[in-house]
Structure formats: structure tokens, C-alpha cells
């Protein structure tokens, strides 16, 4: 991670894409999930959506999954440059959570963020708010998935005690 | 599911109780949220969260697992005594979700939901919407996750068309 100061508002994060398999969302479902529309193809059939589609906690899940993989993929490339990396502190929640569209088997979700707001943190000297929209968007290009959440990342200058 | 107006704004449900193990917490973050604190303990100890704990999705999931399966139980009994059972449709979504405190290993959570609006749905005739806002308290009555859902919920008569 970037320190506070170095991120601005505006700045874009492509997360990358994930296809949804049937086999990923029954296994998801099955655990976490299991109304039949989500576990069971006939079922779904049947069902208000029509098909099987993936929880959508699934969906956001694999957000945080993308997430961290780009936050590992960051870190590395500061460190091959010889810079610090910034601690990513915990996460207070989120908000306006929107579950768009069902993200139905083989559909490829495209996650994107967006840095909407940054600001020092009262509670914590030595780190900064980072408010961020993320969204997951399908291959015919229609929002899936859009929420905002807020993280804490370390400052570069500590404040003075 | 009950019909939508055999619904009360105040009612509460006790939607049962999880105790998160080094296993489950590991297994799901090691798909979902493979932050060192996730997914190994000594690195979790050397953390700000000083010791292994949940992924916040992990948690709201868990959420997501007791709620079908205390409808499920709803639906066998309303089923048992003859009555008809109503249809639970898509989810819009959450809000104001909160992660007020780390879900650590072997702490059991137990969750809570209170309905707190009902209203017809303008979009879907034959449907309402119920709002509930859903609740996690660990065993030293500590809340750990609190946030704000909305569903769509089959009327018991559908109007006319």
C-alpha cells in the first residue's frame, strides 16, 4: 500500500475480472448461501431470477479477494523500487451496498474503484481515512455490485506526539 | 417466510449462534481475504489486531447461512400446520454495515434481526418490502457487526391488476 499522503482523490484501481462458474457459486451457496436459486439449476429455473446465479455475498467477497491481491501486487512493486509500503489498517464497514443485477454462471465481473474521499484520522494519529466506491460491472457492460467503504492506511509523517 | 403483512415492524428474531474456529476463519479467508491477520496466527499476533480473527465477510456471510435457515425452519413449520408459505425475493441490498469489533478465534457470535420498516413495493405489485437491521453480539455481549438490509417479501393478496 501507498502511504495516506501519496493517494488522491479521483485515482481509479481496475481490480481485474472473475468468471463466475456454476461450480464457484453452488460452492459458495452451499456453505454460506444455500437458497435453491443459488445451489440449484432447476430451481433457479424456476425461480424470480430464472437461472442460477451467485450469492451476493459471493460477489462482494470476491471483491475483497481482488482487493488484496492488487494491495499484494503494489507492495511488491514498492519494494522492487526500494520504497516503504504503507500498513492498510482495519476496516470500520461500509455503505449503500446495491446488489445491481444477478451475476448469473459464466458472466465475467470487471472490479473497479474509485477514491472518493481522504481525510486524517481524529481517533488514530499516524493514520489517514481512505473512502473508496467499488464497483463490479458484466460483460454487457451493466453494474452488478456497487458499494462504498472506508479504510484506515498509515500516514507517512507521524504527527507530532 | 411469512406474507408480507403478517409482518410487524419490532419484531425480532433470534437467528441462532456460530463459534468461529482457527479452521473456519482460515478457510474462508484463505478464499475470500488472505490478510496475514486472516489467515496466519503469528503474523496475526505481531498485527494491530494482536491475534488471528475473522474476515469481516466471513462474518456477514455466516449472517446470510443462519437467516436461510431460520426461514427454512419458518417455512417447515408454517408448512406443518397447514398454511401457506410466501416467496422471499431478491435482496436490493444493505446498508450502514459496521465491523465494530475483530470476530477472534472460538468467539461465539450470536445474531439478531428486528424489523424496522415495512412497506408496499411500488415497483413490484404483489410484493413489500421489509427492512430489518441484522446484529452480531459476542459472548461478552460486545456487538461485533450491525448493519441495515432490505428485502422484497411476497403479499398475501396480490392487488388488482
Known amino acids: 500500500m501507498r502511504f495516506f499522503e501519496d493517494i488522491a482523490v479521483g485515482e481509479k484501481f481496475d481490480l481485474?475480472?472473475?468468471?463466475f462458474?456454476?461450480?464457484?457459486?453452488k460452492a459458495f451457496a452451499t456453505r454460506f448461501d444455500p437458497q435453491p436459486f443459488h445451489i440449484d439449476e432447476a430451481a433457479a429455473k424456476r425461480s424470480h431470477f430464472g437461472a442460477l446465479c451467485a450469492s451476493g455475498w459471493h460477489t462482494a467477497s470476491v471483491w475483497m479477494r481482488l482487493l488484496v491481491a492488487y494491495q499484494r501486487r503494489e507492495d511488491d512493486a514498492l519494494r522492487a523500487r526500494g520504497e516503504p509500503v504503507a500498513?492498510?489498517?482495519?476496516?470500520?464497514?461500509?455503505?449503500?451496498?446495491k446488489w445491481l443485477k444477478p451475476v448469473y454462471v459464466d458472466d465475467t465481473i470487471t472490479y473497479a474503484t474509485e477514491v472518493i474521499e481522504t481525510r486524517a484520522s481524529n481517533s488514530r494519529p499516524g493514520w489517514g481515512l481512505m473512502t473508496i466506491r467499488n464497483t463490479g460491472t458484466n460483460q454487457r457492460g451493466e453494474p452488478v455490485i456497487?458499494?462504498?467503504?472506508?479504510?484506515?492506511?498509515?500516514?507517512?509523517k507521524k504527527p507530532a506526539p
Open 146 to 156: 456497487s458499494f462504498v467503504s472506508v479504510a484506515f492506511i498509515e500516514r507517512r
Open 87 to 97: 500498513a492498510l489498517g482495519p476496516s470500520p464497514g461500509f455503505r449503500e451496498l
Open 16 to 19: 481485474g475480472r472473475v468468471t
Open 21 to 25: 462458474t456454476a461450480e464457484a457459486i
